[in-house]
């Protein structure tokens, strides 16, 4: 991060929009954590362990764009984070507003692909490609996690089984990520 002497506004459209872009991921690394404590204090381990690892990834995300605005020596100043919910009841809420985050996530990367592609910034809208396939992987495992609270009848030990059996934070062979600023956390 540099001084930013001349503040955001110098910026072009889409590298304001890619300093946005990382107030929403540390935002969503904030909102993972308050969610995997509620599992926690519900003593639903692996909910919690998957929602804790769920943080980690969107700083890694947040910190993936540091790194790439660094590169690009693009002078900006770090955000801050937004508001997050706390006041949760039940456990299909968390997952539902898990999924209502990774969906507007995917448009907002969808959005700033689009606006590289007009301001003819190619390098920016390459870097973008692999969180638009990663926002594939954020939303269809959230969206099947919300199934899977919903078919579990409140049997909440079914679905910590479902979560250690098949919600694993494993790499499964897609392209390499971008690189952090600093030691990458998940």
């Known amino acids: 991060m540099t001084s930013?002497?001349?503040?955001d506004s110098s910026l072009s459209k889409f590298y304001r929009l890619l300093v946005d872009q990382v107030r929403h991921e540390f935002t969503a690394?904030?909102?993972?954590?308050?969610?995997?404590?509620?599992?926690?204090?519900?003593d639903l381990p692996q909910l919690a362990k998957f929602f804790y690892a769920q943080s980690l990834?969107?700083?890694?995300?947040?910190?993936?764009i540091v790194r790439f605005l660094l590169d690009k020596e693009i002078d900006f100043?770090?955000?801050?984070?937004d508001e997050i919910e706390t006041n949760f009841s039940a456990p299909r809420d968390l997952a539902a507003l898990a999924l209502r985050n990774e969906r507007e996530v995917t448009d907002q990367f969808q959005h700033l692909a689009k606006v590289a592609r007009d301001e003819e910034?190619?390098?920016?809208e390459q870097f973008l490609q692999w969180f638009i396939q990663e926002q594939v992987e954020e939303v269809s495992t959230m969206s099947t996690l919300l199934n899977v609270i919903d078919r579990s009848n409140g049997n909440l030990f079914d679905v910590e089984t479902f979560v250690a059996r098949d919600l694993t934070n494993e790499d499964n062979g897609s392209r390499p990520a971008p690189d952090t600023a600093g030691p990458a956390t998940s």
Request: a negative charge; hydrophobic letters at 30%.
């Open 29 to 42: 690394s904030h909102q993972y954590v308050a969610v995997a404590t509620w599992f926690d204090d519900q």
């Open 121 to 124: 910034n190619y390098t920016g």
């Open 57 to 64: 990834e969107e700083r890694d995300h947040a910190m993936m």
């Open 77 to 81: 100043t770090l955000p801050g984070i």
């Open 4 to 7: 930013n002497k001349h503040g």
